[in-house]
């Protein structure tokens, strides 16, 4: 078994109610406070909703991140290509235990963890002392994004 951390937002819908499901059916240990945050990439769009969850699994990540798109599909996302756009719901596989990975289409951590708020606050929240590999620790990821130099 290894910890994984994933990041779930969403900003159609009944966006409570897709990261409550998803983190369900993903059979998260834990889930953090769900905070509402302004669109990132994109500001023509609604607010999102977003939180991150703990997930014990044995999937490989490849496999894990496969499960991951397939519930965004269950849960009514459609890929048509538009970058940070409008969603019913968002998964990202943040990290997965101490792995370090980069191949097509799956960079571990994820690679822009360490640039938003929106991912440090509540992943702080669960596991405040957690290294995320080549980045050091979420409290202290926390505190760089929070006072810029």
């Given at each position: 078994?290894e910890?994984?951390?994933?990041?779930?937002?969403?900003?159609?819908?009944?966006?409570?109610?897709?990261?409550?499901?998803?983190?369900?059916r993903?059979?998260?240990?834990?889930?953090?406070?769900?905070?509402?945050?302004?669109?990132?990439?994109?500001?023509?769009?609604p607010?999102?909703?977003?939180?991150?969850?703990?997930?014990?699994?044995?999937?490989?990540?490849?496999?894990?991140?496969?499960?991951?798109?397939?519930?965004?599909?269950?849960?009514?996302?459609?890929?048509?290509?538009?970058?940070?756009?409008?969603?019913?719901?968002?998964?990202?596989?943040?990290?997965?235990?101490?792995?370090?990975?980069?191949?097509?289409?799956?960079?571990?951590?994820?690679?822009?963890?360490?640039?938003?708020?929106?991912?440090?606050?509540?992943?702080?929240e669960?596991?405040?002392?957690?290294?995320?590999?080549?980045?050091?620790?979420?409290?202290?990821?926390?505190?760089?994004?929070?006072?810029?130099?």
């Open positions: 078994m910890t994984a951390y994933v990041g779930l937002g969403a900003n159609l819908g009944d966006r409570e109610a897709a990261i409550r499901g998803a983190a369900a993903l059979g998260a240990r834990r889930l953090s406070a769900l905070r509402e945050t302004e669109p990132w990439g994109r500001k023509d769009q607010p999102f909703l977003n939180a991150v969850a703990e997930v014990e699994t044995e999937l490989p990540p490849r496999a894990l991140l496969d499960r991951l798109l397939a519930l965004e599909r269950e849960f009514g996302r459609v890929r048509d290509g538009t970058r940070w756009g409008p969603r019913t719901l968002d998964l990202d596989l943040l990290l997965y235990g101490s792995t370090r990975l980069e191949e097509p289409g799956l960079t571990v951590p994820h690679p822009h963890l360490h640039e938003r708020l929106f991912v440090l606050e509540p992943l702080a669960l596991a405040p002392l957690l290294e995320v590999p080549g980045k050091g620790q979420v409290s202290d990821l926390l505190r760089a994004i929070q006072s810029p130099p």
